[in-house]
C-alpha cells in the first residue's frame, strides 16, 4: 500500500520559474491537504480539498494554486516562484475533516529552494 | 490566539531511559489532540489522537496523557530506543467544519547509545 505519493523529492527552481508539485493517494481519503515546513516552524496549512472539485484555501495560500480533478490527485501549483517559498511541501489525506478522530496520512515531502 | 506549544525544544537521552514531552495549547473550541513522529527527511506518522474525554492512550511503547481542563497534554517514551530518535509533534484539533489543526514547533529527541 503506497499511501500518499509526492514528487519529486528535491527541486531547485529559479526566480520566477513556475512548477507543479505532484501528489497521489492510494486510500480513496476525501480530505487531501498541502501544507509547508519552514525551519523550526509548524506545519502551515496552505490549500486544502473536501472532494474532488471542491477546494479551499488554508492558512499561507498567497503564491500558489492548486486543483482537485480526481479522488486520488491534488497537485499543488507555484506561479513565480520566490526566495520566501524555498521550504518543505507535504501532502496529506485522511477520511474524514480534522475535527474527526481519524489521522492524516502524510507523504514524505518535496523540498523545495528557490535561488 | 489558537496556538500549541510544545517544550523542551530538544531532547538528549541515553537509550534504554524513559522521557516525557510537554504540549500546551490554546484552541478553541477544542475537538481533539494528536501526537505525531517525523523521522529526518521523512513525512509525520500519527502516534495518537485523544478526545476530549479521554485522558490516556498508548501505541506501544508511546503513551500520551490529555487533561483538556488545564489544556496540557504529555507524550511518555518508555525504555527508549536509537529508532526513537526523531521530532514529536503536537497537534491540536479544532471542533470546526472543513479542517483546522494547529501544530507545534516539535521536541527534536536524539537517542544516544
Known sequence: ???????PKFRILKIGQSM?????????HNYMYWYRQDPGMGLKLIY???????TDK?????????????TEDFPLRLELAAPSQTSVYFCASSPG??????PQHFGDGTRLSIL | KNQVEQ?????IILEGKNCTLQC????????????????TGR????????TFSENTKSNGRYTATLDADTKQSSLHITASQLSDSASYICVAAKAQAGTALIFGKGTTLSVSS
Open chain 1, 48 to 54: 486544502y480539498s473536501v472532494g474532488a472539485g471542491i
Open chain 2, 7 to 11: 517544550s523542551p525544544q530538544s531532547l
Open chain 1, 1 to 7: 500500500n503506497a499511501g500518499v505519493t509526492q514528487t
Open chain 1, 97 to 102: 475533516q480534522g475535527a474527526s478522530n481519524q
Open chain 2, 43 to 50: 513525512g509525520p506518522v500519527s502516534l495518537t489522537i485523544m
Open chain 1, 58 to 70: 488554508g492558512e499561507v495560500p498567497n503564491g500558489y494554486n492548486v486543483s482537485r480533478s480526481t
Open chain 2, 24 to 39: 500546551n495549547y490554546t484552541v478553541s473550541p477544542f475537538s481533539n489532540l494528536r501526537w505525531y513522529k517525523q523521522d
Open chain 1, 20 to 28: 507543479t508539485l505532484q501528489c497521489t493517494q492510494d486510500m480513496n
